[in-house]
């Protein structure tokens, strides 16, 4: 279990039971760790998913509230059935509906269902061929050599976040987009922003001046990919966003605006999951000094049931939402036409009916039907092999060049949506 929180409310209610906390109190999100495993734990044990008011935003109206899905079965389930549990209507990445302003930005194909969702999938699957996968893979390798390198000359103490574990997926997705490497850093802050919650250090506790950031950063993003996308027209690079600007599907071509909210996610989806996910993973090998030995015993043979249990206890995307099309029975609780159902990843990763002591690191565990990258459905994760792929790498690269290395207290973000690490010393 990562027990360690940085964000503490000033006083806070002892938890007995269900009764004792909301998710869309936004100080719940505060509580550490061991608070929020107990808090979901007792959710998991209720007979019908609890229902939450939605917490009141000055820039959408206040919506119908929501059901929290924690349990594993509920959520294989509705990630199943798209035509009822949907992603479009309002957006799967947010639980107010999200205003029209964002959605020329935010709006990509996370937050769309088929046919328009099937058409988007289609046109940028193609774009990833396995020879360009093939490319990327040689590029983490060679990156992450490199990080290593510099860890090793920049010596024990520095901040394993900004150093080491953010830095794969930028260089990674920046060289996928063809982004040079002097716009790497506003990447980096406005990914931050996107994902960034209501933490003073990215968006800042006050509504009104956290929209206006994430709409000034996805117009940001929005002017890099055009800049980019403007040479590539004529001139294909042979990056993604050549291969993206050129598409052409059996006549379908991506809109100007299509092309500017895909990259956007896939530049935001891409860099802060993954970063989380590595962070996570040194502080519970940290944590576990035993699976750290299996693992460095055969680190070929370990390191793939290492990275899955990573993501499991990590599950760096909290949640997505979902929106009920018609009226709908599952799992004997009557969902109503236009309700809303919140998929907490993180809380079914821990379900103790799918997943034996489920608070438990242990790089072995087989089976380990984790949803850390979603369910199965439409919108399973487009990134995952490649995600896989870094951390794969980058432990790899790590525990064979400075196999002690340890990760200290990590200062955590402050979010309900995003399971993050901001920074955390190194020591080796
Ligand atoms: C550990 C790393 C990652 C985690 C935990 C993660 C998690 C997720 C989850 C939970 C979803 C499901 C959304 C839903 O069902 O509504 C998703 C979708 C998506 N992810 Fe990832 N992701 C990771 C890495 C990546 C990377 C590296 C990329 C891009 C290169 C990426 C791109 C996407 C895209 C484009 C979608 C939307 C797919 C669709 O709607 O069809 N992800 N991811």
């Excluded at 490199?146 to 024990?156: H, N, Q």
């Excluded at 966003?241 to 989806?269: H, R, Y």
Aim: aromatic share 8%; net charge negative; hydrophobic share 40%.
């Amino acid at each position: 279990m990562i027990d360690d929180m940085s964000v503490t409310p000033a006083e806070r209610k002892p938890i007995v039971s269900a009764a004792d906390f909301d998710l869309s109190d936004y100080d719940f999100w505060a509580r550490p760790m061991p608070e929020r495993e107990h808090a979901f734990r007792l959710l998991r044990g209720l007979d019908h998913p609890a229902f939450y008011e939605e917490m009141e935003i000055s820039f959408a109206p206040k919506g119908p509230g929501y059901y929290a899905l924690v349990k594993h079965a509920d959520i294989l389930e509705a990630s199943r059935n798209p035509e009822v549990f949907c992603s479009g209507d309002g957006g799967a990445t947010n639980i107010p509906d999200m205003p029209p302003e964002f959605t020329e930005y935010f709006g990509s194909m996370i937050n769309m269902d088929d046919p328009r969702h099937a058409r988007l999938r289609r046109i940028v699957s193609r774009a990833f061929t396995p020879k360009m996968i093939k490319q990327f893979e040689a590029d983490v390798e060679a990156a992450a050599v490199r990080i290593v390198d510099d860890l090793i000359a920049r010596g024990s103490g520095c901040d394993f976040v900004t150093e080491v574990a953010a830095k794969l997926p930028l260089k990674i997705i920046c060289d996928m987009m063809g982004i040079p490497e002097r716009d790497y850093g506003s990447v980096f802050d406005r990914s931050n922003v996107i994902l960034g919650g209501f933490d003073p250090e990215y968006g800042g506790d006050d509504m009104t001046t956290v929209a206006e950031k994430l709409l000034a950063a996805g117009m940001e993003l929005q002017q890099l990919v055009q800049d980019l996308a403007a040479h590539r027209v004529e001139r294909p690079t042979g990056d993604l966003t050549s291969s993206l600007v050129n598409a052409n599907i059996d006549g379908e071509k991506l809109t100007a605006q299509e092309l500017g909210s895909f990259f956007i996610l896939l530049v935001v989806a891409g860099n802060e999951t993954t970063r989380n996910a590595i962070s996570y993973g040194l502080r519970l090998l940290t944590q576990n000094p035993d699976q750290r030995a299996l693992l460095l015993a055969d680190l070929d043979g370990h390191l793939p049931g290492a990275v899955e249990e990573i993501v499991r206890l990590a599950s760096p995307v909290n949640f997505m939402r979902r929106k009920v099309t018609r009226d709908h029975e599952m799992n004997g609780q009557l969902y109503r036409k236009g309700q809303k159902v919140v998929l907490y990843y993180w809380a079914a990763n821990r379900d103790e009916s799918v997943f034996p002591d489920p608070l438990r690191f242990d790089v072995t565990r087989d089976p380990n039907p984790h949803v850390g990258f979603g369910g199965p459905g439409p919108h399973f994760c487009l990134g995952a092999h490649l995600a896989r792929r870094e951390i794969t790498v980058m432990f790899r690269e790590l525990l064979r060049r400075i196999p002690q290395i340890e990760g200290g207290r990590p200062e955590r973000l402050y979010s309900s949506f995003i399971n993050g690490i901001k920074h955390m010393d190194c020591a080796f």
